[in-house]
């Protein structure tokens, strides 16, 4: 059992005057964050609900841009200038001491999925735009300029593709990306109401090695740091991800007619498959997953022996050749179910999603700021994707994680208890203020 | 190997004046079965099709009423009175020698589900027909008085519902049946569209005992008689089913963040459950069968584990009590299942339909008319509900089945060789003669 000790956020500021002579550290006080990031789900609430009832602020929506103006306006009251970037990103910076210092970016988003929670990128980008105003307040430059960012639609609820500001802002733009149609809308259009330019959505790239380094503070969607009693994840990277379509192929007959041995049964198969998944996936040590999550049988009815079946296998790992190794596991075991079964199984990899390795340099940056607030830290990968693969592909990057309880996410019953929520805004702010410093 | 020898229809007819003396025994042409099935399998072809396209003439459609018009002027060129009772079937009478005895009742139905084939029903209804045609052309009566029924929309295509002519005439309507509405009408509207009486359906009832017996020729549509290569299967009867309705609960949580040993995958325990139905079911010997055949997975979404899965388990087999005990088994392997995948599982029987057994002295008339025609003959259930489950309860009943390529049933591809067509049409005309000479 790993002893855990919780940071108790302090009301009282210390005073300072530049950051590199932290003697009585500044701190993030907790009732701001709460009460910031309880304002923010207003935008996106249920009618009639309450914040526990979590929030639908899905990405270019109308909840979105009144949450973007909540932001942007907390932004300019900290002091900050604040543009709108051609993908619809918000940055706002702020000056350091030596203007020929590349910045310090760090953030998160605040567009959620339907019917999904209060804290999942809320935190981070709330805690950063705190920094600003931290500094604002105590009148405290730092060495290097900082830049705060909330990415545009970071949640899969356009298209089902993710990582929208930031894939274009990493020059990542699948070919005709802008005129996909989703919700009744061009992207390009979707992009225009949050104010983005997407005439000119080359201009939103940043070019590499162009900030010192990006970091992100976000709640960790899963249930280690929770069960292991941590108070502070240090990302280790960001997993790589295979997506298979697999489609079975048995024969639709009669269910009352057809003898049990004389079947080809498409989803007799799949349930195969699908536990050929997990026992695969777990047949070794490490933190790997595969899932299926998706699976569509047709003719899908009571008296009809399936005749086939659309299914998607995901699997996930920091090591994009383990999960390559999987997949082969699984495809090798659909072949011997295919004979076993009488039917067909295909399987097509859908996708790839490269891991994004952080970097040792800020992963030590981060544990020496928690270190530095008595808070416990852990060392995992991030099974979940986030901006912060993007800006790995542009710039040294690091993540930190508060836990999550019972590690539910994407759900209105996402929760992290709020001490953990000020502890993690304070490892952003000791990390960011390490980083500026240098 | 069962040595099969087919009968070869015969153009020329037996010179007989009475069934009862049937010394050239009578014979079908097949030619005039296939004739007249190609005739029938226009209404309802897809534009363009051919006849290996198969037919949607779904009951209550335009190409259902088309082809009773078919049908009905078939049965009036072979001298039948032809009446529509108040649910729609359609009645075709033939007087006897002796109007004392009860009518011998015989045919089938002419709707097919959508996208079926050219057999189902339709070989029987027309055999049934052809047998009038042929007594009037050889200007024979029988002892007993004829009556070839066709019955209204047996396939379960208007709401999910099956034997929707037969069960009227049996008296099993549910409670408010007719206000149902599906395909934009409600059931008595459909009713009224194909000649029926909706308003006093109740018109439509056959007395217990009015009847001397009823005999119904199908495909098999399963694939016993092609394997064991017999002409012609006798019917011990028609099999119970209970349906059940399975809702598995786990928890909906991120596919990347949550660890493999915290899931709780309602897909995966669904799975588990589809298997043990399999192996439940052929854990012991007999005919029964078990199908999952319905799933509908919550969220069905490539990235999130599933939290709920709702499916269907269907049981049949002769034995009513053999099917309750096989869903006992079901339920505690489910209830293993929830515990060991930390799911929940909830199983509802939705549906029972009770068994209905072939009169013994039916099944001797069809076999011993079988050995006549030199055909070889087996006993087998049938897996599928026909209209003869409804009869049963009303009068000694019987069936003939045909073989049916492959098992093939309820798709363009369903088959029955011409060959075996004019064997069963001609086991029904010796069934029923000898039926009608008593």
Chains 1, 2 share one sequence.
Not at 25 to 34: C, E, H, L, M, Q
Not at 191 to 210: F, M, T
Not at 262 to 288: K, N, W
Not at 395 to 422: N, R
């Amino acid at each position: 059992m790993i002893n855990r000790r919780r940071f108790v956020g302090s009301l009282a500021y210390g005073v300072c005057t530049a950051a590199s002579s932290r003697a009585a550290a500044p701190r993030i006080d907790g009732g701001i964050i709460r009460s910031q990031i309880e304002a923010l789900s207003v935008f996106g609430r249920l009618p009639g609900g309450t914040f526990q009832d979590g929030v639908s602020r899905v990405g270019y929506s109308d909840a979105d841009i009144a949450g973007r103006k909540y932001v942007m306006d907390l932004m300019r009251r900290a002091g900050a200038s604040v543009r709108i970037d051609a993908a619809g990103n918000i940055f706002a910076s702020r000056s350091g001491s030596d203007p020929s210092l590349k910045p310090v970016l760090f953030g998160s988003h605040i567009d959620s999925v339907p019917n999904g929670g209060n804290f999942d990128g809320d935190l981070g980008s709330l805690s950063a735009v705190a920094i600003l105003q931290l500094l604002h307040d105590l009148n405290t430059t730092t060495r290097r300029p900082l830049t705060a960012v909330v990415w545009a639609c970071e949640e899969a609820s356009f298209s089902g593709v993710a990582l929208n500001g930031s894939r274009l802002a990493a020059g990542k733009a699948a070919p005709g990306e802008l005129a996909v149609v989703s919700r009744g809308m061009a992207k390009a259009e979707a992009i225009r109401r949050i104010g983005g330019d997407p005439d000119h959505v080359e201009r939103a790239l940043i070019p590499k090695d162009s900030y010192h380094a990006y970091v992100e503070l976000h709640i960790e969607q899963g249930g280690t740091l929770e069960r292991d009693g941590v108070a502070a994840g240090v990302v280790d990277g960001i997993v790589s991800i295979d997506d298979y379509n697999v489609v079975v192929t048995g024969f639709a007959n009669h269910a009352g007619t057809t003898p049990m041995a004389q079947r080809q049964d498409a989803l007799v198969a799949a349930s195969m498959l699908t536990l050929a998944v997990r026992e695969i996936v777990t047949a070794e040590p490490g933190a790997q997953v595969g899932t299926v999550g998706h699976i569509d049988v047709s003719p899908n009815a009571t008296n009809v022996i399936p005749g086939e079946v659309r299914m998607t296998v995901e699997l996930r790992d920091l090591s994009s050749a383990k999960i390559a190794r999987l997949g082969e596991r699984v495809r090798a075991r659909g072949a011997a179910i295919a004979t076993e079964t009488r039917t067909k199984i295909e399987m097509k990899l859908a996708g790839h999603n490269e891991s994004a390795g952080a970097a040792p340099e800020v992963q030590l940056v981060i544990e020496s700021a928690a270190s530095r607030l008595g808070l416990a830290t852990k060392h995992l990968p991030s099974g979940a994707g986030h901006d912060a693969q993007m800006m790995a592909t542009l710039m040294p990057m690091g993540m930190i994680f508060v836990p999550s309880v019972a590690g539910i996410s994407h759900s209105p019953k996402e929760l992290t208890h709020w001490q953990d929520c000020t502890n993690g805004a304070n490892v952003l702010l000791e990390t960011v203020l390490e980083l500026a410093s240098k």
